[in-house]
């Protein structure tokens, strides 16, 4: 079965802390596509990062990084001296390709992150 | 472009009516997809479109359910006979054909059924 798991409902820091999001995934598929996205207050699911199954070379965009690790099935989203503007609900989500269906997004339960300043 | 955009942003409505939810995705995205999100829970996926063929359905999508979209452009998302568990947000989103593009989202159709 496919499956994605954010073990932390919410997270509160003090401003200009990092913060790591956790994400496991279950998939038995080779070919997949991990996400995650962002749901501010408005309501409007805003997207973040993208990996593809094939690379696990881990980055840095800015203020967000991600750690992809196909060994223990997990992707987890950092952000870097977090500001109160990141305050928001954060869903990773997984993709797969297989038959019809294609492109459609399994999500997570959501970790709610609180900024303070 | 805009952006996707749903209407209309909240509709009240009583047990046992029908109500007709509308999506306009970016309008060179082929995929269209409809998704339900209760409140603390993730979006789920209920139904997708490439151009006008509904090509997958989730089994949370009841008979009392119907999508289409016509002539590949927008798309309508019909419950009939709602139920208090209907209630929800219902949310559109859009993507290219690449199965690996990020789909864009628009705000959602907040559903209360009384």
């Known amino acids: 079965a496919q499956k994605v798991t954010q073990a932390q409902t919410e997270i509160s820091v003090v401003e200009k802390e990092d913060v790591t999001l956790d994400c496991v995934y279950e998939?038995?598929?080779?070919?997949?596509?991990l996400f995650w996205y962002k749901q501010p207050p408005s309501g409007e699911l805003v997207f973040l990062i993208r990996?593809?199954?094939?690379?696990?070379q881990n980055e840095i965009s800015g203020r967000y990084s991600w750690n992809f690790q196909k060994s223990t099935s997990s992707f987890n989203f950092t952000i870097t001296a977090s500001q109160v503007v990141d305050s928001a609900v954060y869903f990773c989500?997984?993709?797969?390709?297989?038959?019809?269906?294609?492109?459609?997004?399994?999500f997570g339960k959501g970790t709610k992150l609180s900024v303070k300043p | 472009d805009t952006g996707v955009s749903q209407n209309p942003r909240h509709k009240i409505t009583k047990r046992g009516q029908n109500v007709t939810f509308r999506c306009d995705p970016i309008?060179?995205?082929?995929?269209l997809y409809w998704y339900r999100q209760t409140l603390g829970q993730g979006p789920e996926f209920l139904t997708y479109?490439?151009?006008?063929?509904?090509?997958?359905k989730s089994r949370l999508l009841s008979d009392r359910f119907s999508a289409e979209r016509p002539k590949g452009s927008f798309s309508t998302l019909e419950i009939q006979r709602t139920e208090q568990g209907d209630s929800a947000m219902y949310l559109c989103?859009?993507?290219?054909?690449?199965?690996?593009?990020?789909?864009?989202f628009g705000q959602g159709t907040r559903l209360t059924v009384v």
């Open positions: 309008s060179e995205h082929n995929r």
């Open positions: 998939t038995r598929d080779t070919t997949y596509y």
């Open positions: 990996r593809n199954s094939f690379d696990e």
């Open positions: 479109f490439q151009n006008e063929a509904q090509l997958e």
């Open positions: 989103a859009s993507s290219p054909l690449d199965w690996g593009a990020e789909a864009f």
């Open positions: 989500a997984l993709s797969m390709n297989y038959g019809g269906s294609q492109g459609n997004l399994i």
